[in-house]
């Protein structure tokens, strides 16, 4: 049974064209550090499996061998076009679509993986985000994440904050936010969190820091 898919959102267009050129030139200068969270978040994962968030594809080459296909969706023009091109590297069936998070064109149950790498911080909507992904997976299907999140408290949590409120930070990093609670949205979307490490990459006092990663079931 094919499902239903969410096209009702009126604006859905991204495009962030500074800060995506900016992305992937810092991309180059943090990725053997980015590539070990990557691998771990990709462990194991099987079947057909969503990534909302693809950015430039970085993700692609760590897919295992289990994983029998996967659709990637990126809303932001010049990602996108860098994501087509490492799709057709990829040791893995990838195919990249433009959607945004909070609108999915796929169908419900499709997948039995959703992946989220640095994106849950940049969407508009983290709860109809979180109520597309649900949507889309199987019964018990899984959730894989890797994202920065809010401090858990002190002058750092309270710069995020700062920095949030006064749109700075999000007007300079093609809307990311620094000071979600993203593990909590998780949970209040339904998922129950199976595994979760927190870490910090790079100085400690990165506003992007700490970092989540883990994985959540429908």
Request: glycine share 10%.
């Amino acid at each position: 049974m094919p499902g239903r898919y969410r096209g009702d959102v009126a604006d859905t267009a991204v495009h962030h064209p500074i800060f995506a050129r900016c992305y992937g030139l810092t991309a180059r200068f943090i990725e053997t550090d980015f590539a070990r969270c990557r691998q771990e978040l990709l462990a194991g994962v099987s079947g057909r499996v969503i990534e909302v968030g693809a950015g430039d594809g970085a993700n692609f080459r760590h897919y295992p061998a289990a994983t029998r296909e996967v659709l990637a969706v990126e809303p932001e023009p010049y990602l996108r076009r860098r994501a087509e091109r490492a799709a057709s590297s990829a040791p893995v069936p990838v195919s990249v679509r433009d959607d945004v998070a909070e609108a999915l064109s796929a169908g419900d149950d499709e997948f039995d993986a959703a992946v989220m790498s640095l994106v849950l911080c940049t969407v508009s909507e983290q709860g109809q985000a979180l109520a597309e992904l649900r949507r889309v997976l199987r019964p018990a299907g899984e959730l894989r994440f890797f994202e920065h999140v809010r401090s858990e408290g002190g002058c750092k949590a309270r710069l995020q904050a700062g920095l949030d409120r006064s749109g700075v930070w999000p007007f300079m990093t093609g809307g990311c936010h620094c000071s979600r609670d993203t593990v909590g949205a998780i949970e209040a979307a339904g998922f129950k969190i199976e595994r979760l490490r927190r870490l910090d990459l790079g100085p400690g006092w990165l506003v992007t820091n700490p970092i989540v990663l883990g994985v959540a079931r429908a």
